[in-house]
């Protein structure tokens, strides 16, 4: 049996452990030393030590290799085809890219009904369409949400929306107050396991794990936040206090059909449970009925759109390129939008200013960074912001303020 000096991979029960490459290539110099019969020459400027180096950087490059297989199989770490593979186990596929959601300010007739599918024309030639019925209210306007027909990350930034593409008489104008939360292209990793690791509850029925994780699998939801009221009083939960009436389910969901939405929550809430919200669609049990059908009126929350504002100061140097401030607010949206592989703005969550400085340290070497606030009013000086369960952050690059001092 042919031995070798090679100290190899060990397997253990807390995972691999890989040799260093002085050790391997320790190894290796033994291996060619007993092979050529002894007092070979180890130094590594000479033709054996050329060969024992680049036979040390084999064996390492296939043991990096080994451990990168074996941390795809951790959901934790996966990525690509393999990260596919264990969200089959749960039934899931990556979603499909999906469009930007924007909420556009509708203004006309009062008690104008533009309808869903309704189409709007951004300032860059984008095209949205409305998500539900909505109606001119007593002030003239109406908030609606919109979204894009091209999937992607798109921006919208505040005051994109200019054009009525698709006319409804009573209807005359149309605008964004704030900027659109983006699409995504394709599902990413973060995102994905995000929604695996919720996804455990999806077979239950009644808890709002279920209902949560039924929601985030109905295409073109951006986001969704739910939790649910089991006493006999209203109460408020979240950053903006949003009150919840007294055994009720409350979920908030951005994008998705209303029609599908509706459905994802009544399928797996308890009977008798009380909705929140003002969106509001009908669905009808066909489950062994005949018609007439049950009808059920469904109620959630449309996040309104919360405007993030972020200020940057970063120490002035001769050396930083001169686009520094752009490539300051690419990285901070980047890394807003979760494009960067890591976590994004949620419904419900708190955004904190540490996870921006990774992504604008490496804008350019030279960079440091004295300061990175973020708040929802201009100026900001905080170094966290609690976003409410009725809000979505959004981020407009205008928004980003960068000093160099």
């Known amino acids: 049996m042919t031995t070798t000096n090679v100290p190899p991979i060990v397997f253990t029960a807390a995972g691999l452990t890989l040799p260093t490459e002085s050790a391997i290539l320790g190894g290796v110099l033994a291996d060619m030393d007993s092979a050529l ?41 996966a990525s690509g085809r393999w990260q596919d593979a264990i969200g089959r186990i749960y039934f899931l596929d990556r979603i499909a890219a999906t469009g930007t959601l924007v909420t556009g300010t509708c203004t006309g007739l009062v008690g104008t009904v533009i309808p869903a599918g309704s189409i709007v024309e951004d300032a860059a030639g984008y095209k949205y369409a409305s998500l539900a019925d909505a109606t001119i209210s007593a002030t003239g306007s109406v908030a609606v949400d919109f979204q894009c027909l091209t999937t992607g990350p798109i921006s919208c930034p505040i005051g994109t929306f200019t054009t009525i593409y698709k006319a409804v008489t009573g209807w005359e104008s149309v605008t964004n107050p704030a900027a659109g939360t983006p699409g995504v292209n394709v599902e990413s990793r973060a995102d994905f396991e995000f929604r695996r690791r919720n996804s455990v509850a999806a077979n239950a029925t009644g808890s709002p794990q279920a209902i949560y994780a039924n929601v985030l699998a109905v295409p073109d939801v951006l986001d969704a936040y739910v939790v649910d009221n089991p006493t ?6 979240g950053a903006t206090n949003t009150p919840i009436v007294a055994h009720s389910i409350y979920a908030a969901v951005a994008g998705g059909d ?21 969106t509001t669609f009908t669905i009808e049990d066909t489950n062994g009925y005949e018609p007439p059908y049950p009808s059920y009126l469904v109620k959630w929350t449309t996040p309104t759109a919360l405007p993030v504002y972020f200020a940057v100061e970063i120490a002035d140097n001769p050396a930083l390129p001169a686009n520094i401030a752009d490539l300051v607010k690419t990285a901070i949206v980047d890394a807003f939008n979760g494009t960067d592989g890591g976590s994004r703005g949620r419904i419900g969550a708190t955004l904190y200013a540490g996870r921006y400085y990774a992504g604008v340290s490496a804008t350019d070497a030279n960079v440091q960074i004295n300061t990175i606030n973020l708040g929802a009013s201009a100026s900001p000086s905080g170094t966290a912001l609690a976003v409410g369960i009725d809000q979505r952050p959004t981020l407009d690059p205008a928004n980003i303020t960068v000093v160099l001092v």
Do not use: F, H
């Not at 002894?38 to 043991?63: E, R, W, Y």
């Not at 006999?232 to 939960?237: C, D, E, H, Q």
């Open 37 to 77: 019969g002894g007092g070979m020459s180890k130094t590594l400027t000479s033709p054996q030590g050329q060969l024992a180096q680049s036979l040390t950087a084999i064996v390492g490059d296939k043991n990096d290799q080994i451990a990168e297989i074996a941390n795809q199989v951790n959901p934790d770490t």
């Open 232 to 237: 006999s009083a209203t109460v408020t939960k």
């Open 258 to 278: 209303p029609a599908a939405v509706a459905r994802a929550i009544w399928e797996k809430k308890s009977g008798g449970c009380d909705y929140n919200g003002s």
